[in-house]
């Protein structure tokens, strides 16, 4: 009998842990549906990999309760841990998009991680991380390509003399 | 028996849902935040009754160094939203939004509304705030206030309605000897 009920206990305690959402406000989720990099204002086709002429845009679905307002801000770290912040913006748009203002002057070649919060009027308080990468130009590659062979056949030719 | 079985589901899943919550809400909190009634390095006691003419701070100690954004909503009496935004971004820049006031100074903030005057109400309020550091980490608080009429109001108000009251009780009296 013992066995029996602490059984039905287990169960009830897993079920109510699988049926548990996400955020425990309401059982109902707010915040971020969707988190992701684009190469333009408006686009929804996520882009992780951007050259130095591209301008990566953070592109924000959210789900906002009704009657709510909600703040959504985003730091951007480059991959020396050096971090900005975007713009906030305050509103019950659903689909946001945000740049740095400043990406011409920070842009660096390398892995960027971009933080995002959500917070709205009714106390919601949410996170989300999206990554993305710069590589450098392609020219830029074939330049130091055509420049460092003949400095590498130069070096071998010297030491094949040498020998 | 089968009372006891029922209310030991119930309890379970009760004890499951709080157990996951806590788990999922785990911020860190601000270090202190708190209403208070002045700004400066030594305004940090809380005042939780404002007089009309007073003009009540939020005052939010955050558990981080670094750049942080805050975020407060303050929520009047009949439930309109005013929000108000901090940041800063190295030692030397720091910034409160055009719709606040206030000092920032380390880890310490006040703020309080830029527009007070104007969009005070008597009642209780609600401020809900939340910080932002650029590492990710996150953390939310809330405190209520209240504010009081001014002590003027409330004597015209008593000075005013005695002649009513009277006036009304003599009606009375008066229709109680007519029958």
Redesign the interface.
């Known amino acids: 009998m013992i066995k029996r009920n602490l059984l039905t206990l287990t169960l009830v305690f897993a079920a109510g842990i699988l049926f548990m959402p996400a955020n425990a406000s309401a059982f109902q989720v707010f915040g971020f549906t969707n988190l992701y990099t684009t190469d333009s204002f408006g686009s929804t086709t996520p882009q992780d990999i951007f050259n130095p002429e591209e301008t990566p845009y953070l592109y924000m679905s959210l789900a906002i309760p009704d009657g709510a307002v909600a703040n959504t801000i985003s730091a951007w770290n480059d991959p020396d841990s050096l971090a900005y912040f975007s713009s906030s913006a305050l509103s019950t748009d659903t689909e946001r998009w945000v740049e740095l203002s400043n990406w011409a002057d920070v842009q660096t070649s390398g892995k960027w991680t971009i933080n995002a919060n959500y917070f709205d009027s009714l106390g919601n308080n949410a996170i989300a991380s999206a990554d993305f990468n710069v590589v450098p130009e392609p020219t830029t590659m074939s330049l130091l390509l055509l420049g460092g062979i003949p400095m590498l056949l130069k070096r071998k030719r010297k030491q094949t003399k040498n020998i | 028996m089968v009372m006891n079985?029922k209310l030991?589901?119930v309890l379970?899943?009760i004890?499951?849902?709080g157990?996951?919550?806590a788990g999922?809400?785990a911020?860190a909190d601000f270090t202190q935040y708190t209403i208070v009634g002045a700004i400066g390095d030594k305004e940090t006691n809380e005042k939780l009754v404002f007089g009309f003419n007073e003009t009540p701070y939020l005052y939010m100690k955050l558990p981080d160094t670094g750049?942080v954004?805050t975020?407060s909503?303050w929520?009047d009496p009949d439930a309109s939203?005013s929000?108000v935004?901090t940041?800063n971004?190295g030692p030397e820049a720091s910034h409160i939004s055009a719709s606040g006031s206030g000092l920032i100074s380390g880890l310490d903030r006040w703020i309080t509304l830029s527009n007070w005057d104007t969009v005070k109400k008597v009642g209780e309020w609600e401020v809900?705030s939340?910080y932002?550091?650029?590492?990710?980490s996150?953390?939310?608080s809330?405190a209520s206030f209240t504010v009081t009429p001014e002590p003027i109001a409330m004597v015209l108000f008593v000075i005013g309605g005695l002649p009513i009251a009277a006036s009304l009780y003599r009606n009375r009296n008066k229709n109680a000897i007519t029958v």
């Open positions: 079985k030991l589901l379970a899943f004890l499951s849902f157990i996951l919550s999922q809400n911020f750049n954004f975020g909503f929520r939203i929000y935004s940041k971004t809900n939340n932002f550091h650029t590492n990710g996150t953390g939310f809330t």
